[in-house]
């Protein structure tokens, strides 16, 4: 059974995940994106970056996108701005 979160997951997805589901601008691939995976306050999950951030209420994952060397990919999200919140919250769920 999929829950809820997997199946707007998939469908995001699907969209596509290189441009903020909220203003609809791509995510500038030419350096590194802080991406953030989340439901709004209409429940809607998004995926957005930058100022579209402040429109999560739900934040359900952190992420990275653009141009970045793959073997730095966990220092680069420690830099994420919700890292911290994110594994607070994370380890509060388990
Ligand atoms: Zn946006």
Redesign the pocket.
């Known amino acids: 059974m999929k829950t809820t979160y997997e199946k707007d997951l998939a469908r995001l997805n699907k969209k596509g995940t290189d441009v903020?589901?909220?203003?609809?601008?791509p995510f500038d691939d030419d350096d590194v994106v802080y991406t953030v995976f989340g439901y709004n306050r209409l429940g809607k999950l998004q995926v957005?970056?930058?100022?579209?951030i402040d429109?999560i209420v739900d934040v359900r994952l952190i992420g990275l996108c653009g141009e970045f060397d793959p073997d730095r990919f966990n220092a680069y999200l420690r830099e994420h701005p919700l890292y911290e919140s994110f594994m607070k919250k994370k380890a509060a769920l388990m």
């Open positions: 903020c589901s909220i203003c609809h601008v957005t970056s930058g100022y579209c429109k």
